[in-house]
């Protein structure tokens, strides 16, 4: 029942990490940099904060108390993360959800099964499984053969982008995705994928705040909340950065008073992405909690992202018009990502 009550949780959470863009496509007359920013402030400071207050009895103490190595380093992988959700942000755009989540959170499934062991077999060999163990050990195995079925499945999803390029007019290509630009967004949902696996680390990283939370008498479903407050300061701060610089550089900064805009509805749309965003993370760490096993949870909250995201993707129309052998190729490589995925978490829970 536990197990069963984990995947739940990872489902309406991947559910909610797969469609949190769909009220940024409502948001009319904003430049991107203008709605990520108003959804974003939801997503990395007002939300967390409330859902930490609300279930982790004093989580700012609990933060002031925790060393600041810790600190730092949640903080810094949140950086950097917010970096890989920055361009997650512009992998959409130009890609649209289907191909643009698929092969950013192909890349984030790979990379976050393999820095971890090969960091350790670098640097802090008893800290954890190394690479090499990996290498002499069943899961280990699966786990590998887990990434490099999913590069392949990349592989066969940047194909079907460059055949849609080919079959589709650049207008009809803009009927699901306004921006479609195949090189800009391959490039952007790579750095994304990398990157965003950081979130995950940020997490093991301030893994001792959660404990002390839970002594304090926090919920175990809800221990992790803490632990997000501080990956989001860093999230928050890349995104701010850059919104900002953008809103300066195209003047686009006129947007949040724009009254020929409808400035209500825009922020109203924003807000919902906003929250929606963060409502992965806080089924995750519910999820997370069920499992307990940290890396199987993230596999199985990328899978359903990405099914849930390809399910929006030809709801809206994002394949509409390419022939057969378009079709298929996104098919297949969506597919093979799935089982990559799939075979990363069986991997994890395998062992060794």
């Known amino acids: 029942m536990q197990a069963l009550l984990g995947v739940i949780f990872h489902f309406i959470g991947g559910f909610a990490s797969g469609s949190f863009y769909l009220p940024y496509k409502k948001v009319k007359g904003w430049s991107w940099e203008s709605y990520w920013l108003a959804g974003g402030l939801f997503s990395w400071l007002i939300v967390p904060l409330v859902a930490a207050w609300l279930t982790v009895p004093g989580f700012m103490n609990i933060i002031h108390a925790a060393p600041t190595s810790v600190l730092g380093w949640t903080f810094l992988l949140g950086l950097l993360w917010g970096i890989g959700g920055l361009t997650f942000g512009l992998s959409m755009r130009y890609l649209g959800m289907s191909l643009g989540m698929s092969v950013a959170l192909g890349f984030t499934s790979a990379f976050g099964s393999l820095v971890p062991p090969i960091y350790r077999d670098l640097f802090a060999p008893d800290s954890g499984v190394t690479f090499?163990?990996?290498l002499h050990s069943k899961g280990g195995v699966i786990v590998l053969i887990g990434v490099a079925v999913c590069l392949?499945?990349?592989?066969?999803?940047?194909r079907a982008g460059m055949l849609k390029e080919k079959v589709l007019t650049p207008e009809e290509q803009k009927v699901g995705v306004k921006e479609f630009n195949l090189s800009k967004g391959l490039i952007v949902a790579t750095i994304s994928g990398i990157l965003s696996a950081c979130f995950n680390f940020g997490i093991e990283?301030?893994?001792s705040m959660a404990?002390?939370?839970?002594?304090n008498g926090a919920n175990p479903l809800f221990r992790n909340n803490v632990i997000f407050v501080v990956i989001l300061w860093g999230g928050l701060t890349t995104n701010v950065l850059w919104c900002i610089y953008l809103n300066l550089k195209n003047k686009s900064y006129r947007d949040y008073g724009n009254r020929s805009t409808p400035l209500a509805a825009n922020y109203i749309f924003s807000a919902l992405a906003g929250t929606t965003w963060f409502l992965q993370f806080f089924f995750y760490g519910m999820g997370e909690s069920r499992l307990g096993n940290g890396a199987s949870s993230w596999i199985l909250h990328m899978a359903f992202i990405i099914l849930v995201s390809n399910c929006w993707g030809i709801a809206l129309k994002e394949w509409k018009g390419v022939d057969r052998k378009t079709w298929t190729a996104i098919s297949l490589g969506i597919a093979t990502i799935m089982l990559s995925v799939l075979l990363v978490g069986w991997g994890n829970s395998v062992g060794g």
């Open 132 to 134: 090499t163990q990996m």
């Open 152 to 158: 392949i499945g990349i592989g066969i999803c940047g």
């Open 205 to 207: 990283a301030g893994r």
């Open 211 to 215: 404990v002390v939370a839970e002594a």
